[in-house]
């Protein structure tokens, strides 16, 4: 019954988040459309501060999924966070690259805060790479030279820390 209860609440709290996170995201594409987010006005920021601010609320509310509540089990909180990320680098394509580096990071710290308790598997040396190379790719079409340095840093450290977690040297 205290289970049902905790499940229930669990629940509740993870729509709540996520729906609070889609309402940011909107609110934000709802002042990008009506404002603008380039310039020197005082709103140009705002845009991409409300989304980033929902796509961490939407980042919370399955991690909070996966280990406060135990809703969800380490694939779907990190299918969760891939989609949120992959959220994030698309809105960011529109909204500038503060966004992409959201849905990089969110992509980069996944592995290590959702983990399941196998330690590290040598898919996540490609897993890395797929990081790197979606800043990259950003930055060859977008011209953010910063993104890409902010992805090569993420996908090099992902991999050296699944090297001296224990993932071997397949990778």
Same mark, same amino acid.
């Given at each position: 019954?205290? +289970?049902?209860?905790?499940?229930?609440?669990?629940?509740?709290?993870?729509?709540?988040?996520?729906?609070?996170?889609?309402?940011?995201?909107?609110?934000?594409?709802?002042? +990008?459309?009506?404002?603008?987010?380039?310039?020197?006005?005082?709103?140009?920021?705002?845009?991409?501060?409300?989304?980033?601010?929902?796509?961490?609320?939407?980042?919370?509310?399955?991690?909070?999924?996966?280990?406060?509540?135990?809703?969800?089990?380490?694939?779907?909180?990190?299918?969760?966070?891939?989609?949120?990320?992959?959220?994030?680098?698309?809105?960011?394509?529109?909204?500038?690259?503060?966004?992409?580096?959201?849905?990089?990071?969110?992509?980069?710290?996944?592995?290590?805060?959702?983990?399941?308790?196998?330690?590290?598997?040598?898919?996540?040396?490609?897993?890395?790479?797929?990081?790197?190379?979606?800043?990259?790719?950003?930055?060859?079409?977008?011209?953010?030279?910063?993104?890409?340095?902010?992805?090569?840093?993420?996908?090099?450290?992902?991999?050296?820390?699944?090297?001296?977690?224990?993932?071997?040297?397949?990778?």
């Amino acid at each position: 019954q205290q +289970r049902n209860g905790l499940i229930a609440s669990g629940l509740l709290a993870l729509l709540a988040a996520i729906l609070f996170g889609a309402v940011l995201i909107a609110a934000g594409e709802w002042l +990008r459309r009506r404002h603008g987010d380039e310039g020197a006005h005082r709103s140009a920021l705002l845009p991409s501060v409300f989304s980033g601010a929902g796509l961490v609320s939407i980042f919370a509310a399955v991690l909070a999924a996966r280990q406060l509540y135990g809703l969800v089990g380490p694939e779907a909180a990190f299918a969760g966070h891939l989609a949120t990320a992959l959220l994030a680098v698309g809105l960011g394509w529109f909204y500038g690259p503060l966004l992409v580096a959201v849905g990089l990071l969110g992509a980069a710290l996944s592995p290590f805060i959702v983990a399941g308790g196998s330690g590290p598997t040598a898919w996540l040396y490609g897993y890395s790479a797929l990081i790197a190379g979606v800043g990259l790719a950003v930055d060859a079409i977008r011209r953010w030279a910063w993104v890409s340095v902010l992805a090569l840093v993420l996908g090099y450290g992902g991999g050296v820390l699944m090297y001296m977690g224990g993932a071997g040297v397949a990778g």
